[in-house]
Every structure is written in structure tokens, then in C-alpha cells.
């Protein structure tokens, strides 16, 4: 078979004075195919495009009972293919893999052709274990959760660490101190470690502004949280939201994985406040931790070893997890 860089070499050589049959030699083929290809297409451009599968379809026994029913009513196109397999995988053990979940973007992309767009592909970044965590309130407006058929509308307080991936979420109501330090202490329990560094935006719960700078500090009543936890305190510059990339990416992955659930579940209404949480938790442990414990422990989570705090100036607060368990 002719390559394309046959044939750039032949005409180089003609153009070049050679030649028939040194031209020919020089590009490896007989003379004969070399008048072929003396002009025209390059042989690449010649080629029709296959219209035909390679391989049998693995999803085919189950499309238009499990898959297209989901696409059809995905009307906004969020569905992601990845969360089909693995309801795929949940539904029909031992049938389908996570490798296929190429084969089945493909199935989506061919089927979406006609009836909606693809959503955007994230790529998660690394850093060194142990070393920080990322806070922050996030708003849940875009998952329209209801309770009893009302409208819940709420924050999480949402601790995520930036090695591992790990995931915290504590209901509030608002960005307030209170708020801010009962999702830290509970975020820090359930990980059972402190990171060295905890990074964060300009909260009004946690930082003041510094008169005559337009530059922005912890607040002292903030300061003692960090001192008691002995934990670095990292903010970003006012305005730059990117700085604080673990978490706006992390907001980012626990919404999308929350809303994809929540598409496969069929309602956003739930019976209580207790039973959504339970959701919460459980789509958080199954689709954002599972396959993570290695990860979670080369970035040092720790066991439960936690102290009395003394709470000398951080009401509210009944332990910390001991200095000396911090993660590394």
C-alpha cells in the first residue's frame, strides 16, 4: 500500500529533476504506480470512510429497554455516559464493564446527533497528599430539590481534599460563623486527620476588611479556629475565584454527580429532609469515593483520634483532632 509520504517524495523528486524511475526508486515503488500518483490526491484523501462496526455492539440487547428510555427523558442533554454504565453495571452484573464506557460515549454521540449536545468533559488535576483541603458554601439551586413538593432551598458547606478527592457536605442555610465551623469540625471528624493547609475564598464569616486597602484578613474570631485546629489558613485575592480551584471544581463533581443521580432516580422530591441527606451520602460514598481508599490512604487519612478541645474561644467547638494525626 502507498503511503501519503510516498507520493510527497516522488513529486519532491520529479519537481526536482529526477527522473521516471529514479524518482520511482527513491520513493520505494515500481514505476509503474509511480505515474499513478504523479498527480492528484494524496492516497489518504482517495479513501472512503468506513460506514460499517468493527465489532459487535455490547449494548445492543439493552438499548431500547435501559438506555434509550434515559436519553429520551434527558431533555437537556446532562446525561452523562459513564453514569448509565454504571446503573448498567448495578442492573445486569457481570454483563458490562467500566472499559466499555467508550463504546457507549459513542452510542450517545450517534444518538444525540438528533436530539441534543454533548456535555463538556472535565479532567481532575493532582496534588501532594495530605497537604490541603479546600472549603467552601456552595448553592444548590440548579438540582431544584424539593421536599414534600415544596422547594428546599439550602447550601452545603463542602470540605474537599485536594489529593485524594475525598468529599464533605454539611446542610446550611446560610454563609455564616456558626455554619462555617460546625462543617469544618464535622468535615475534619469524619476525615479523622487535618490537612497542613486549609484554602479558602474571602468568606465574611471567616475574613474582615482591612481598612484603607481594600485588602481582606482572617478575622481573630477565625484565626482562633485555625490555631486551635493547628492548621495553616491559605485565602485567595479578592475577586480571583480561580485561586480556589479544588473547590470550584469540587463544587463542580459533587453537583454534577448529585444531579446525575438524581436524573437516574427519576425525582427530585423527597419524602423529608433526613431521606434527601441519605441520598446525598450515599451518592457521595458510591459514585465519588468508591475506588479512592487507596488514594485516600497514600494521602493520609487517619483514624478517629480526637481530643477535647478546651474551647477557650471557639464556642460551639467540642474536640479537634489531635496536632500530632494531622495528615502527611
Not at 440487547?61 to 455516559?81: C, H, Y
Not at 468529599?167 to 465551623?181: D, I, N, P, Q, Y
Not at 484578613?217 to 475577586?239: K, M, N, Y
Request: charged share 30%.
Amino acid at each position: 500500500m502507498v503511503t501519503d509520504e510516498q507520493v510527497r517524495l516522488l513529486r519532491k523528486k520529479r519537481m526536482e529533476g529526477k527522473t521516471q524511475s529514479a524518482a520511482a526508486a527513491a520513493a520505494g515503488m515500481s514505476e509503474r504506480t509511480s505515474r499513478k500518483w504523479e498527480t492528484g490526491p494524496l492516497p489518504s484523501q482517495t479513501k472512503s470512510p468506513r460506514t460499517w462496526r468493527t465489532r459487535e455492539d455490547p449494548f445492543e440487547e439493552v438499548w431500547e429497554s435501559d438506555v434509550e428510555p434515559l436519553l429520551v427523558a434527558d431533555t437537556d442533554g446532562g446525561l452523562e455516559a459513564k453514569t448509565v454504565l454504571a446503573e448498567l453495571i448495578r442492573r445486569h452484573p457481570g454483563k458490562f464493564t467500566a472499559g466499555q464506557v467508550r463504546t457507549l460515549q459513542r452510542r450517545f454521540r450517534d444518538w444525540r446527533a438528533q436530539h441534543g449536545p454533548e456535555r463538556e468533559v472535565v479532567f481532575p488535576q493532582e496534588h501532594p497528599p495530605g497537604r490541603m483541603g479546600a472549603i467552601d458554601f456552595t448553592h444548590t439551586t440548579e438540582l431544584d430539590v424539593t421536599i414534600a413538593g415544596a422547594a428546599f432551598v439550602h447550601l452545603f458547606f463542602h470540605l474537599v481534599m485536594a489529593f485524594s478527592g475525598w468529599h464533605f457536605v454539611k446542610l446550611a442555610f446560610g454563609e455564616t460563623f456558626e455554619a462555617l465551623l460546625g462543617g469544618l469540625q464535622s468535615g475534619l471528624f469524619a476525615l479523622g486527620g487535618v490537612p497542613q493547609r486549609l484554602r479558602m475564598d474571602n468568606l465574611s464569616a471567616a475574613t474582615h476588611e482591612l481598612k484603607g486597602t481594600g485588602g481582606r484578613s482572617f478575622t481573630a474570631r477565625f484565626r482562633d479556629v485555625l490555631d486551635h485546629f493547628d492548621v495553616e489558613g491559605s485565602r485567595i485575592r479578592p475577586g480571583e475565584a480561580h485561586e480556589n480551584g479544588v473547590a470550584e471544581k469540587g463544587h463542580d463533581v459533587l453537583k454534577s454527580t448529585l444531579d446525575q443521580a438524581l436524573r437516574l432516580r427519576g425525582s427530585r422530591d423527597f419524602a423529608s429532609v433526613e431521606a434527601y441527606l441519605t441520598f446525598v451520602q450515599e451518592v457521595i460514598e458510591r459514585d465519588l469515593h468508591a475506588g479512592r481508599e487507596e488514594k485516600s490512604r497514600s494521602s493520609g487519612r487517619t483514624s478517629r483520634r480526637c481530643r477535647p478541645c478546651g474551647c477557650r474561644s471557639t464556642r460551639g467547638c467540642s474536640w479537634a483532632c489531635a496536632a500530632g494525626r494531622r495528615s502527611r
